[in-house]
């Protein structure tokens, strides 16, 4: 098959590498002529996969509309505030029966809108040829070919099955399900809790405050999926709690690197440039507390984290303003 990537970040490129693995024909685009040049001259990216070697089955290219213009299948993998222009030039221009994968995990600043959403509205595409990929995968860890699994969500099972089949291989093992909300809200909001668990370790704190974080944390984002029609079972599942375990533990996350840096004391603009790479959080926190406030769900992490990061909110507040919160039954709904 024929499979494009748009971005030559870390995943746009391990997710290339995995296409490239599980059997097809890949190309990536990406913006930056070196980074363009070193993936098809030197099968590497060490801008972003520092001493990591590609499939020389990978090749890349500027060419936005060449990238795409074979391309069964096409995936997207730039910062989430960036993808609607990203693909506005390709409206309309895809191949009658391509289908196109979000592998981005935030909200749209303004709109409110889930990446599925934006990527089927900027492409003309209908729902049903639109997949979201999302699970505990870690981009430097996948391009060590470590193990993993994750879920190729879609309204359509053909198209999560296509998809499915195109990135299965023997250290990337894919589920599909139907539920595209609930898959793309746990990847948004699990990024914002990794970055509350960052600020607290940031600041000194174990693992107790840790796990109550984390999970308080799946709580809200439980929440808020109900709200918006998700289904239960995909919260205890790998776009849920298995991706929100492996942000919030690991070191190679930048949300959780980025809290860590407020934690200790570092202001926004500092915290983003020490971090570097895409910290999804940082923007789509407010996205997601205003999705909450108009479905009237609760959600006190997130609303902390906009408070230190946007509202001044002193960043050795953030603990006592949530222990204070009135005492109540540990329950999901509301
Ligand atoms: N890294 C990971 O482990 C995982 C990431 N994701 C998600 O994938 C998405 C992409 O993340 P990731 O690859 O890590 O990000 P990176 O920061 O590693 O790379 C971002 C990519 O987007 C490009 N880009 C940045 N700004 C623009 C722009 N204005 N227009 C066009 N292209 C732009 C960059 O190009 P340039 O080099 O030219 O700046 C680069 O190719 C995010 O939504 C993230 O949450 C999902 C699962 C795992
Ligand atoms: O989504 C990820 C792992 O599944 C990557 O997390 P970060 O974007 O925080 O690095």
Excluded at 13 to 22: E, G, K, R
Excluded at 307 to 318: H, I
Aim: aromatic share 2%; charged share 20%.
């Amino acid at each position: 098959m024929r499979a494009t990537v748009l971005g030559t970040g870390s995943w746009g490129t391990t997710f290339a590498a995995v296409l490239a693995d599980a059997g097809c024909d890949v190309t990536v685009w990406g913006r930056s002529e070196a980074v363009v040049r070193q993936i098809r001259d030197q099968h590497r990216n060490e801008a972003y996969l520092p001493g990591i070697d590609l499939p020389r089955g990978v090749t890349a290219t500027t060419d936005l509309g060449a990238a795409v213009a074979d391309a069964r299948l096409v995936a997207v993998a730039v910062p989430s505030q960036v993808a609607r222009a990203t693909l506005a030039p390709l409206a309309g221009s895809l191949r009658s029966d391509a289908v196109a994968v979000s592998l981005m995990k935030g909200v749209e600043l303004g709109t409110d809108r889930r990446m599925s959403e934006v990527v089927a509205a900027a492409l003309g595409l209908p729902d049903e040829r639109v997949a979201v990929v999302s699970g505990p995968n870690l981009a430097r860890e996948i391009a060590r070919r470590q193990p993993t699994a994750t879920v190729v969500a879609s309204t359509s099972d053909e198209t999560a099955r296509l998809v499915a089949g195109a990135i299965a291989s023997s250290y990337f093992r894919p589920y599909t399900n139907p539920d595209v909300v609930g898959v793309e809200l746990c990847g948004a909001v699990k990024n914002v809790i990794a970055l509350a668990v960052g600020i607290s370790q940031g600041r000194g704190l174990g693992y107790n405050t840790m796990a109550t974080v984390i999970t308080r944390g799946l709580v809200e984002i439980t929440r808020l999926g109900l709200a918006l029609g998700a289904a239960p079972e995909t919260f205890p599942g790998l776009a849920g709690m298995g991706d929100l375990m492996a942000t919030c533990a690991s070191p190679d996350s930048r949300n959780h690197t980025l809290g860590g840096h407020i934690g200790r004391g570092m202001g926004l603009d500092e915290a983003i440039a020490a971090t570097g790479g895409t910290a999804e959080a940082v923007k789509s926190c407010r996205p997601v507390l205003e999705l909450a406030q108009r479905l009237d769900v609760e959600m006190p992490i997130t609303e902390a984290v906009v408070k230190v990061l946007y509202e001044g909110l002193p960043v050795d507040q953030l603990a006592p303003m949530l222990l204070a919160r009135p005492h109540r039954a540990e329950a999901v709904r509301r």
